[in-house]
């Protein structure tokens, strides 16, 4: 535990996508811990009187808006863009290189988040990531700019901020296996012909989490574990057979890990993001003022595990096989995902085209090449293009 450093030792802090669900949860984080912390730069895409009103509580040294403040609000509030702002996609590259920052919360959504993990990474930063799109798209590059730059992960994920934790240093040889829990989604119940018909407000309907649009389509479908399973494997070097997962629908046990002796650890809390963003911007340390709600055990019981449904939910097994698989595999999946979901989101496809679009851009595109960032691209392009056009027919 440490009391926290001086002023002149606050660590500067940028906020990638700090108008989102992780983002405000970042800065309602950081404003608690202002004595250790430093906003310098905040980014959104759009969603500018947020932005402008986040930019007067925190008076960062750099703000960015990568829309032009033209009316393209993405998350649905007006746009404002100010003077002195900084705009476009580079956006968050600039913020995310600046010698005044420290560590980079990555709160994006999306593959539009990798061009600042590699950039921060590259230039010795810690990067608190949330955007685990980015891993998964680029898991080896993301380890290549690692390992140049002298930078650092440290995961802002539930599961994977419990497997951290619950590691505590030890070396790897040491874990047989992790098991990620999942809530289930909202449609954990679900028969498969009423499924066939859920609507995106049934989606949207998360019992244990408030999460952005797109993360909170990925727990319906389940598409949010496979990402999981694949940012495992990258940030804790595990191979896939030593990756589960298992349904816990009260979402208290945030994942376990199993050492080779047969003993078990898990991280257990109440599910808020608080405590996972804090954890990342202070690992390996504790602080005591973290203004997480204290766990009750008995408020929390019972605590319940099954196994997943595999077949209702067929994005988990398409995203695993592409962990599995290598390559553009996973770029395809993702990016094949995200574009499949904006449409579920826009009442153009049903729930379940969602899965028969991954599976069918997997089989046109997996083999992609994919030896650097512009090869991913363009995998994670053509993903994209392929889902348009078959719905499209
Ligand atoms: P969100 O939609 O609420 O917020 C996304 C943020 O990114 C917003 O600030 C938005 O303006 C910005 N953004 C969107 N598109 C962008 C683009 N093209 N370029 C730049 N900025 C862009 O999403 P969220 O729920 O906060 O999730 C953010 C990330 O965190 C996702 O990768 C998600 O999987 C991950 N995550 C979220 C949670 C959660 O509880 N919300 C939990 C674990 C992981
Ligand atoms: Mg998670």
Redesign the pocket.
């Known amino acids: 535990m440490s009391d926290g450093p001086p002023a002149s030792r606050q660590r500067g802090v940028a906020v990638l ?7 405000t949860t970042a800065l309602r984080v950081l404003e608690r811990q202002a004595s250790r912390f430093r906003v310098a730069a905040l ?5 500018g009187t947020l932005l402008g009103e986040q930019a007067a509580a925190f008076k960062p040294a750099f703000i960015g808006m ?1 829309g032009n403040g033209s009316g393209d609000a ?2 649905g509030a007006p746009d404002g863009a100010q003077r002195g702002w900084h705009h476009g ?1 580079e956006c ?1 590259v600039e913020a995310a290189s600046r010698s005044d920052v420290d560590i980079v919360i990555n ?4 593959a ?1 988040g990798l061009d600042a993990t590699l950039a921060a990474l590259e230039r010795g930063k810690r990067v608190a990531l ?4 980015t891993l998964v798209m680029a898991g080896d590059l993301v380890a290549q700019a690692c390992a140049r730059g002298g930078g650092e992960i440290v995961p ?3 599961e994977h901020s419990a497997i951290l934790q619950c590691m505590a240093g030890r070396p790897g040889v040491e874990v047989r296996r992790v098991i990620l829990t999942a809530s289930g989604g909202p449609f954990r119940e679900w028969s498969a012909e009423r499924l066939a018909n859920a609507t995106a407000a049934d989606a949207l309907r998360h019992p244990t ?1 408030q ?5 909170t389509v990925d727990s319906a479908t389940l598409a949010n574990k496979a990402l999981e399973v694949i940012e495992a494997h990258f940030l804790f070097g595990l191979p896939y057979d030593a990756i589960e997962v298992v349904v816990h629908p009260q979402s208290i046990v945030h994942s376990f890990v199993e050492f080779v002796d047969g003993s078990v650890l898990a991280q257990l809390g109440v599910p808020s ?1 608080e405590l996972p963003v804090l954890y990342a911007l202070t690992h390996p340390d504790r602080v005591a003022d973290s203004g997480v709600p204290r766990f009750d055990p008995v408020a929390a019981s019972p605590l319940t595990f099954e196994p997943v449904r595999t077949e209702q939910f067929p994005a988990l097994g398409l995203g695993i096989a592409a962990g599995r698989r290598g390559g553009a595999a996973p770029a395809v999946f993702n990016a094949a995902n995200e574009e499949a979901v904006a449409m579920f989101l826009a009442g153009r496809i049903t729930f379940a085209q969602i899965a028969s679009a991954i599976e069918h851009a997997l089989e046109a595109h997996a083999d992609a090449a994919s030896g650097n960032r512009d090869e991913l691209l363009a995998a994670d392009r053509a993903a994209r293009e392929f889902v348009r056009g078959a719905a499209a027919c």
């Open positions: 996508g700090s108008t989102g669900s992780i983002g980014t959104s895409y759009s969603n990568v993405q998350d996609a968050l709160a994006v959504v999306g539009a949330a955007n685990k799109e802002v994920d539930s989490w999460m952005g649009r797109k993360i993001m």
